[in-house]
């Protein structure tokens, strides 16, 4: 990404001013790309500062969404250049509770969200602050390409946008949950008490000035996907059932159609009588019944779906539970000067 001295005296007198800076990432079982994280974050925090869009260094929020490996230990001892604050979660909640967590924790003016394995550039972060400075409330990350991805999953993720677009629900394609929101998107965000949680429709839904800043998206630094099959089918279905009715409303619009089928069919079926033609008639009789058989079953499925998110809704239980929250700042003796400036931010 192309920092330049010359950026920062391009702005016009109108920006707002240079933000405090947190960074929230969401961790389960990442003891190894951790400490690449912590690379690439100091190296941000460096660019930064050198270029102006910070003038105190950064503060990183660790999320431990209940891991089982050493995760918790590496995020407590771990001293940097920068500020780490790290949130255990009781148990493992999901990604997008983790990041709910941490987003509402994190109080820098500017709140940036990303992987815990580099697969979001962070030195795209430096524009997204750009963005904000110039007026934008929230900044979305979007992949300019999925070429890291298998070909499977690039043709699932655009089936999968296509589908939600049927479906009216508004997002923007290839942008994950690396995003700047200001502090006032942020406590907007606050607001929405939902329990199902799809937070990139959700942010979406906020409004507000955004825009848009582009990146390439890089491999895992290490360790694997902590998405398996199962946990992305229910954020996909989520992505629907939490921002759609439309699909209860084709429900019934199959039901009529069914239903006028059905009327031209007893219509012939009367004909046919009047004409003498009666039919031995098994297939006409057994096919509907298995066709409709599965209709219906797919229809209360459908409406399943909904009532079972009425159901969590209503119970209102808190999104995430935090166990401890811990600050371990600036590593004084690396950076002297940094200490007094974090202890200004809180
Ligand atoms: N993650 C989490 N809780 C979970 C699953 C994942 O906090 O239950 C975190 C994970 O540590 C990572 C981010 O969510 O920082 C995205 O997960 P991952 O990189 O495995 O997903 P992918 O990029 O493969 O879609
Ligand atoms: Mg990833």
Redesign the pocket.
């Known amino acids: 990404m192309p920092y330049s001295k010359n950026d920062r005296e391009n702005l016009t007198p109108r920006e707002r001013p240079t933000p405090t800076l947190s960074i929230v990432?969401?961790?389960?079982n990442?003891e190894e790309s951790l400490p690449f994280l912590l690379e690439g974050i100091d190296k941000l925090n460096e660019n930064l500062l050198a270029t102006g869009r910070i003038e105190q260094p950064l503060t990183l929020w660790l999320?431990d969404?209940g891991s089982a490996d050493r995760t918790w230990e590496l995020i407590k001892t771990t001293t940097a250049r920068f500020e780490i604050s790290g949130i255990k979660l009781s148990r493992?909640h999901?990604?997008q509770y983790?990041l709910l967590a941490g987003l509402m924790q994190a109080d820098g003016d500017v709140i940036v969200s990303m992987?815990?394995?580099l697969?979001d550039d962070p030195n795209a972060a430096g524009e997204m602050i750009d963005h904000y400075r110039k007026g934008s409330e929230i900044v979305f990350g979007v992949r300019a390409s999925r070429t890291t991805d298998s070909a499977l999953k690039r043709k699932t993720a655009q089936g999968y946008y296509r589908l939600l677009s049927i479906l009216g629900v508004d997002l923007i394609p290839d942008h994950a949950d690396y995003r700047l929101m200001s502090r006032k998107a942020r406590d907007t965000l606050a607001s929405f008490g939902e329990s199902n949680l799809y937070l990139r429709g959700l942010v979406h839904k906020l409004g507000f000035q955004t825009s848009i800043v582009t990146y390439d998206r890089a491999e895992?630094s290490a360790g694997e996907?902590?998405?398996n099959l199962r946990r992305m089918i229910s954020l996909a279905i989520d992505g629907i059932t939490s921002f759609s009715v439309r699909p209860l409303r084709l429900i019934t619009l199959s039901g009529f159609f069914i239903a006028a089928a059905s009327f031209l069919f007893i219509a012939y079926a009367l004909v046919a009588w009047f004409m003498g033609e009666t039919i031995p008639g098994w297939a006409s009789t057994t096919l509907p019944i298995y066709f409709l058989g599965g209709a219906h079953l797919i229809a209360l499925g459908v409406i399943g779906e909904y009532i079972g998110k009425i159901y969590t809704e209503t119970k209102a239980r808190p999104r995430f539970i935090i166990d401890t929250t811990i600050h371990n700042d600036a590593n004084e003796t690396a950076k002297p000067e940094a200490a007094p400036n974090q202890k200004a931010a809180e």
Not at 25 to 28: D, E, K, L, R
Request: glycine share 6%; net charge negative; proline share 5%.
């Open positions: 990432v969401p961790c389960y990442e999320v969404d493992n999901g990604h983790a992987d815990a394995d697969q895992r996907s902590k998405y």
